[in-house]
């Protein structure tokens, strides 16, 4: 297709149901790219750990992810709650603001010293306190609506 | 800026970043996918969420008190990017000329490697002012998947 038509038909499609809250759509868009990188990251090391992937890459892996959950804290500021679908954020992110915050802290730590050890020593030291360095079910169990 | 071209703004960013529109795909179908393939794809993907996130910041619809933690994923990303191509499995969205011209694939990608670090190191050393100036030469995301990536 005509690249120029294309973007024209893109644009209409996305555009017209979003512009009435663009500003709220912006502010959940935004911690949605930070925790699909957490996502695909996390996915990406997995693979490194399970030889289906160069094992170099491990530390690369931990590293994105530290980056992308230390950005995490400010995408979950604004008050947005999410649109109610599978998985989407639930109104006690902001009603127990302080324990979300806290998990978060938590989670930039833990990957902290993850990316430390697999620094110092790579998958071999980083390796075996991966499992506990993950909060991810924890949170998501509590914070995103569930499938029912 | 007002909200419409603020996001009007935002989607011309990731276009002419990426040539994407597509939402990212997620780990489910990655499933089915030899793992070379889903492997690059989750680093094609990390790419492309954290440069729309610097595109949300650039055209004013998120703050700007992140862009050096997202410049420095995005070098951080890239470098993870040749490496995954090396295993010649064809399939995703590559184009069998990835491997047929290899060496200039791999160019490319070195060049968007060192760019992108350039750009993170720029935004620690000088601020981010300074990183952004140039950073559209940095994200030739689409000069590659026009000759690389299947046509979307």
């Known amino acids: ?148 | 800026m007002t909200r419409r071209n603020k996001f009007l703004a935002s989607i011309v960013f990731a276009t002419l970043i990426s040539g994407t529109m597509a939402p990212v795909a997620f780990a489910a179908d990655a499933a089915a996918k030899p793992d070379a393939v889903a492997y690059r794809e989750a680093i094609m993907n990390t790419l492309d969420v954290q440069v729309a996130a610097l595109g949300q910041i650039l055209s004013g619809a998120t703050p700007d008190d992140q862009v050096v933690s997202h410049l420095e994923a995005i070098a951080e990303t890239a470098s993870q990017a040749l490496k995954s191509f090396e295993a010649k499995v064809e399939g995703g969205e590559a184009l069998p000329v990835v491997w047929q011209k290899w060496d200039d694939f791999s160019a490319r990608m070195k060049d968007f490697q060192v760019k992108t670090r350039t750009a993170a190191d720029t935004a620690k050393a000088q601020g981010k002012d300074a990183a952004l100036a140039n950073i559209l030469d940095a994200l030739r995301c689409k000069d590659c998947h026009d000759i690389y990536r299947k046509k979307q």
Not at chain 1, 48 to 74: D, N, W, Y
């Open chain 1, 1 to 148: 297709m005509n690249r120029l038509v294309k973007f024209g038909m893109a644009l209409a499609i996305l555009v017209a149901p979003a512009v009435a809250q663009a500003d709220d759509q912006d502010i959940m868009n935004y911690r949605k790219q930070v925790m699909t990188t957490l996502g695909q990251q996390a996915a990406a090391m997995n693979m490194t750990l399970q030889g289906k992937a160069p094992a170099e890459q491990f530390v690369s892996h931990v590293k994105t992810m530290h980056l992308a959950i230390t950005q995490a804290k400010k995408a979950f500021e604004p008050k947005v709650v999410g649109d109610g679908s599978i998985g989407s954020a639930k109104a006690e992110v902001w009603a127990n603001w302080a324990d979300f915050s806290k998990r978060i802290d938590e989670q930039v730590v833990k990957l902290a010293a993850l990316e430390k050890a697999a620094v110092e020593g790579g998958a071999a030291k980083a390796g075996p306190m991966i499992q506990a360095s993950l909060d991810c079910q924890s949170c998501h169990k509590m914070y995103r609506v569930p499938k029912n």
